[in-house]
């Protein structure tokens, strides 16, 4: 589920020095990192209060966001970020 995806990640972004610390990584998929580096973008724009660029604002939007989004077009709503964008 994309959702508990989005908020494991925000977790480990918030959590990060007991989650290097405690959590194994070996066997995390190299996809995963794309996920965190959403996650730790969309933690700087909130601080910042800056707006993301045209380009990188689909990739750091929140799911349920882009889920609206697409709503809004009348397309499919069910899927992974990737599948949304």
């Known amino acids: 589920c994309a ?7 925000d977790f480990i ?5 007991d989650v290097m610390d405690k959590v194994s990584f070996e066997d995390v998929p190299g996809r995963m990192i ?11 724009m909130n601080k910042k209060g800056d707006a993301a660029s045209n380009e990188d604002e689909f990739f750091t939007m929140r ?3 882009l889920r609206r989004k697409v709503h809004e077009k009348g397309l499919e709503v069910d ?3 990737e599948m949304l964008i």
């Open 3 to 9: 959702l508990l995806k989005e908020a494991a990640m």
């Open 13 to 17: 972004v918030q959590n990060g020095a």
């Open 34 to 44: 794309k996920d965190v580096l959403a996650a730790v973008a969309r933690k700087r």
């Open 63 to 65: 799911i349920t966001e």
């Open 79 to 81: 899927g992974s970020r």
